[in-house]
Structures are given as C-alpha cells and as structure tokens.
C-alpha cells in the first residue's frame, strides 16, 4: 500500500496553494476581457460556435494530453474527445481505492466559479492584442486549481478513510453524507488554510508596483478558497468515498 | 508616433519580475529531472532525436503559433517551422522603428543560460511520473525570461535614441559599439533591478511550507539576472540600434 497520511497530503495541498496565488496573480495583469468568453468570437477559421478561452483549453488539454497529463489520477481535463498519450508514462500505485476515479469530476463547478471569480480580480476593460496572453493565462489558473481541489477530494479521502474504516464503511454503505461530511470537515484545518493563503497573496505582491500591477485583494481569493475551494474538495471527498471499493 | 517613455518601459519591465520569480519558483518545485534534457529520450514514438523538453517547447510553440503569439514584435520562438496565425492579430504602431525586428533574436543564448540555472535551483534528482509537468514549467519560465528580454531590448533601446537622436545616429553610422554600450548602461537602474529583483524572490516565498516547497535562493536569480537577463538585454539594444531606420 502506498504510503500516504494525512501530514503528507495536506503539505502537497499547501505546497499547491503558492502556484495557484502566482497564476491568479499572473492572469489579474489582464483585464477581464468579455470578447474571449463569447461563443463564435473567436477569431479563427472553421472553429463554429467556440469563444477563444475554449478554443485555447481545449488546444491546451489536446496537447497535455498526448503528453500523458490526465494519466495522473488527480487530472481532469475541462474538454473532451481527447487523445491518448504518445508517451508511456508509468504511474506506481497512488493508495487510491476506487474503481471509477474519473467519475469524480468538478471542472464544471471549477469553470463557473473561475468566471465568477474574474470580475472580482481583473480591472474591467479590455487589453488590445492581449486576448491571447489572457486565455493563456486563464488556462494554466484553471489547471492549478483543478489539480487542488481533485487531488485533495482523492487523497484526504482516502486518508480519512484509512484513518478510520469501520465507521465509514458504515456511512458509505448507509450512504450517509451529512453525516460523512461532519467527519470530514475540520474546522481549524480550514481556518488555517484561509490563514494562510491571505497571507501569501500579500506577500507575494509585497514588492510590487502599482502603477502596473494590478495587484488581486486577498480577500478576494479567501472567499474563493472559502466558497469554492474547500467545499468542492469535500464534495469531491465525499464522492470519492461513496465510490471507494468496501 | 506611439506613446513610449523610458519611465513606462522600465515599469513594464519591472512588472515582468514577478512573472520570471514565479514561473522559476514553480519550475523549482521539481527536480531536475536530466533524462527530459536527453536526446532522443522523450518516450514518444516517431519524434525522432528530440528530446521530451524539446518536444513539449515546440508543441506549446505550435500552439502559441497559431493563437497569434508571435505577432507580439516582443515574443520570439525557440523552434522553428512554426505556423502563420489562424486568427486575425491587430497589432497597432508599436513605435519601434526597425525593419529587421525579429533578427533580433535571443533564444538560444537565454536557453543556455536557463539550463545553465536549472541544477542551481532544482533539487538534483529524478520526479517519477512528473516528468511532464517538469518540462511544462521549464516552457513557461523560458517564455517569461524571452519576453522580458526582447521586450526590454528593443524598446529601451527606442526610448534611449529618441532622447538623444543625434547622438546615436553617429554612433550607428560609425558601427561604435562600445560607445553606444556606455552610453545606454545606467548602472544605478542596474542596482535598482537587482536589488528589487532579490526582495520579490524572498517575499513570494515568505510563508513557504519548506518541508514541501523548494525554495529559491535570490541569490541564485540575482545572479542570472545579473549575467544574463541584464546582458542579454543590453546585447539587444545594440541589435536593435544598428537595426534602426535613420
């Protein structure tokens, strides 16, 4: 069984906290941009009914996927019809136990409530000859918080899970969310997370000048780690549970 | 003529800092990782010689290609037989007056210097199945740095002989290089870069988690900025002036 506790998860899921700060950060030196989100404005040939930010996903995830990206079991990808690796990539045994791991998917809930997060981040306008950089930027934001919130729905999951079998043997086979969601949440860990990432989006923009950074209010990103963050990773937890082999 | 001045240039620049700091501390937070630096050793099939690093810049470039990427008179690629855009790119007078802008190229000399980085910032070693997102990071910073570099020399360089025409005009008609290298060095704006360069390095990683982020040492970016990113940008605003119309 691979070795995975719960210290070890949670430090991966802090260690993510600082990529997905940068790439919000990275993505805020573009104003919102309405035209990139507007089906059938996207500018190129033959792309039908596609906004740009789909168009530059999905050419992203078709690349990512021929370099095996979505063989980890915490990636998902946001579009589909998809290739196969040209690579082999090897993946040892993860200590995740459930057959339809795939099946465990939020990118739609991650998607609206990026776009709801934008308008709150971004100055409101748009950048002449910068649609391209912001979707760009759009995309590696949204892979960043994918890659939390589905890997922390997996593998605190299955911590827990570990930590305590027969109870939650119990619950799953009665199928017994709220009371599944009680055991999972802890709220002094969740506290610390918002702690923590207020912090780091005032330090990483310590330095910075103002006249032309746009600089992101960390509220704004506690709220979104507050409202969105930590409840899709519980949801994520608990479909993982109801999914877990018994 | 567009709107440049020395003081929004050097702003602009400024502002490119937290993108390099950030896309070298995620790059950081994977090994080095040498096989994906090996030819012929990416693992897939029929690519031939490549290496997967190599593969993983000309596929992101193949894309950026076609979403317009290099349409940007800053943005310079690092493989060739790229495709024309597929969507329409307006960009409008830049205020760069050179006929032979992307001559002025850069790439190979900034891929030098960031391989030549990696092992000092890296742990030395091998990430089993990452090896992907290591060579996806590797993309990023390696875009970051160009931009600043070309974006720097070739509009610095405008700036600088629009404040003093004359002058420049005969240093380029005498081909005087080292004149004109006195002439655009500031070593005060140089301090100023490195020493602010050091802080945004210690700020954005300030409330790390050191048992699972590897942190950057500002020396080491200091460093690199002082041997190549300023360098190289100087080596550009030469290019750049025995390119300019007169």
């Known amino acids: 069984m691979a070795e995975i506790t719960l210290l070890s998860i949670a430090e991966r899921l802090e260690g993510f906290e600082e990529t997905i700060v940068f790439k919000l950060i990275d993505r805020a030196q573009y104003k919102t941009n309405p035209p990139v989100y507007k089906q059938g404005k996207s500018g190129f040939k033959n792309a039908g009914d596609a906004s740009l930010f789909e168009l530059r996903l999905h050419n992203q995830e078709l690349m990512d996927a021929r370099f095996g990206r979505f063989c980890a079991p915490e990636e998902r990808a946001f579009t589909g019809r998809l290739p196969k690796p040209h690579r082999g990539v090897t993946i040892g045994d993860t200590g995740l136990r459930c057959k339809n791991l795939k099946a465990i998917n939020f990118t739609a809930e991650i998607l609206a409530a990026y776009k709801d997060l934008l308008p709150r981040i971004c100055v409101h306008g748009i950048?002449?000859?910068?649609?391209?950089?912001?979707?760009?930027?759009?995309?590696?934001?949204?892979?960043?918080?994918?890659?939390?919130?589905?890997?922390?729905?997996?593998?605190?999951?299955?911590?827990?899970?570990?930590?305590?079998?027969?109870?939650?043997?119990?619950?799953?086979?009665?199928?017994?969310?709220?009371?599944?969601l009680a055991l999972l949440t802890r709220k002094e860990v969740e506290d610390a997370i918002i702690a923590r990432v207020r912090e780091k989006v005032a330090y990483a923009q310590a330095r910075v000048n103002r006249r032309v950074r746009t600089v992101l209010d960390p509220d704004c990103i506690v709220r979104f780690y507050r409202e969105h963050v930590i409840p899709l990773t519980k949801k994520g937890e608990i479909a993982y549970l109801l999914n877990r082999n018994l």
Chains 1, 2 share one sequence.
């Open 127 to 180: 950048d002449k000859g910068n649609f391209g950089s912001s979707v760009e930027n759009d995309v590696y934001a949204l892979q960043a918080i994918s890659r939390r919130v589905h890997y922390g729905a997996l593998y605190v999951a299955e911590c827990k899970f570990r930590d305590n079998p027969e109870k939650y043997r119990g619950l799953i086979k009665a199928k017994n969310v709220d009371e599944m």
